[in-house]
């Protein structure tokens, strides 16, 4: 499996979504979400995610809304002081037209941009992340992305 990021000085998105960080979010109702998340893709097995999870010193986590409820959630860590790494997104499929998944995707590319990020680390490289502006690769030894604190 290879494993990719997005260099962030390759991206022009916009915040399109409604979205805010959730400072003390209401664990049981993103854990809520995950489940159904879960349901709909029909996964074998699931990462687990812990309560705690959801307040730690170095995670964000950022809400989506549809209709002033939240419907989606992203957990991102902040590595170093530039990069981050996506390390979970769900969302209740309630409307799969929205596209939240890529969506949100590209909003979170925005933000940390924004916040002056270079890089966001998103894992394995499946195929529907290679729509981002920036997709890379991350090469045998890459090195230079910044340190890792």
């Not at 809304?65 to 996506?86: G, N």
Request: hydrophobic fraction near 35%.
């Amino acid at each position: 499996m290879s494993y990719c990021f997005v260099n962030l000085n390759e991206t022009n998105y916009k915040i399109d979504l409604d979205c805010e960080f959730l400072d003390n979010p209401d664990v049981d109702l993103l854990l809520d979400i995950y489940d159904q998340y879960c349901r709909y893709k029909k996964f074998k097995s699931v990462w687990p995610i812990y309560p705690q999870e959801f307040n730690l010193k170095d995670t964000d986590i950022i809400g989506y809304y549809d209709k002033d409820k939240l419907v989606a959630w992203s957990m991102i860590r902040r590595l170093s002081p530039t990069a981050v790494e996506a390390e979970q997104f769900a969302w209740t499929y309630h409307n799969p037209r929205l596209q939240l998944g890529i969506r949100s995707m590209k909003c979170e590319c925005a933000i940390y941009k924004a916040l002056g990020y270079e890089i966001i680390i998103l894992g394995d490289a499946h195929e529907y992340k290679k729509q981002i502006d920036g997709f890379e690769i991350f090469g045998p030894r890459n090195r230079g992305l910044g340190p890792v604190e």
